[in-house]
């Protein structure tokens, strides 16, 4: 009995003793983040929940259990922030937002996808811009063949994560980097060579863990500026008018390769090349980020 009560009693000292450690711990690890001013003067802040949903939620899983539910409850706030303009925080994590440099960026998400990332590629190639692509690892797995030619016509890679996973911030240090590794892995079996030094967190929910392991692995967390929500399927008229009246220059412009029906997503592209080419100059996102 006596025992009994003195191993209790032990046991809850331990305890103590490793919550106590583990509190410091995270003290040291919070002390340890470095003190990023923000990206960008102009750059993106959202509301705490906007980001979540102003990416697509899943991407080519429609029936995906458990961002789905967020992502019903998104379209409001997505309308609200997709623009990322407005305040209420930088929840950001220091990921990139524009490109630092007058220039705009494109960048298509969730791919790559056989019935429309030709079609990007194509327009792309039609009025010489080159842009950034965010794979997603099990299509990468299954397309090597677009990865490829997304690489062969001059644009820069971006890890989006290998299932799409919004809640990957949230989990392990561990089971992130081993979702971005698993991704990275995809996308050198198809292009050996080809940089990949830019992570897109799915639905922009911005993790510090999530940040600090795509910097461990050498990428650099980006976000976006411009946000037409095609994913939501607006149509081309209104992904085309909020690109063309938001863009400005350094603007990271948002838009989807793949997850659904991106045929309004490249109509608008038709549309949006020959407009924004007039009056910005485009780039890819630079493979030697600071
Ligand atoms: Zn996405």
Redesign the pocket.
């Known amino acids: 009995m006596t025992r009994g009560i003195s191993t209790a009693r032990a046991a809850g000292i331990v305890t103590l003793v490793v919550a106590g450690l583990l509190g410091s711990a995270y003290v040291l690890g919070r002390s340890l983040v470095p003190d990023q001013p923000p990206p960008h003067s102009t750059g993106a802040t959202t509301s705490a929940d906007g980001p979540h949903y102003a990416?697509?939620p899943s991407?080519g899983e429609p029936s995906a259990a458990p961002s789905a539910s967020a992502a019903e409850t998104g379209p409001a706030e997505a309308g609200q922030d997709g623009s990322g303009r407005e305040a209420g925080g930088d929840n950001l994590f220091g990921a990139h937002s524009t490109t630092g440099t007058p220039r705009i960026a494109l960048t298509f998400?969730?791919g790559p996808d056989p019935r429309y990332t030709p079609q990007v590629l194509a327009l792309l190639r039609e009025y010489d811009v080159r842009a950034t692509f965010?794979v997603?690892g099990e299509n990468a797995q299954d397309h090597p063949e677009l990865v490829q030619s997304i690489v062969d016509a001059g644009h820069t890679l971006c890890n989006?994560s290998w299932h799409?996973d919004v809640g990957l911030g949230a989990r392990s240090a561990d089971a992130i980097r081993a979702d971005l590794m698993r991704t990275n892995a995809a996308i050198r079996a198809a292009v050996p060579n080809a940089p990949i030094v830019w992570y897109?967190q799915?639905?922009g929910a911005w993790t510090y863990p999530v940040v600090s392991v795509a910097r461990q692995l050498g990428m650099t967390p980006l976000h976006w500026s411009v946000d037409p929500s095609d994913w939501e399927l607006p149509g081309a008229n209104k992904i085309t008018a909020t690109v063309l009246s938001q863009a400005e220059p350094g603007s990271v412009v948002l838009m989807?390769d793949a997850?659904g029906d991106r045929q309004g997503t490249v109509e608008a592209l038709r549309r949006i090349l020959p407009d924004l080419t007039a009056r910005f100059e485009l780039e890819a996102l630079p493979t030697d980020p600071t």
Do not use: E, I, T
């Open positions: 990416d697509q991407a998400d969730d965010c997603v989006h799409h897109r799915p639905g989807h997850g």
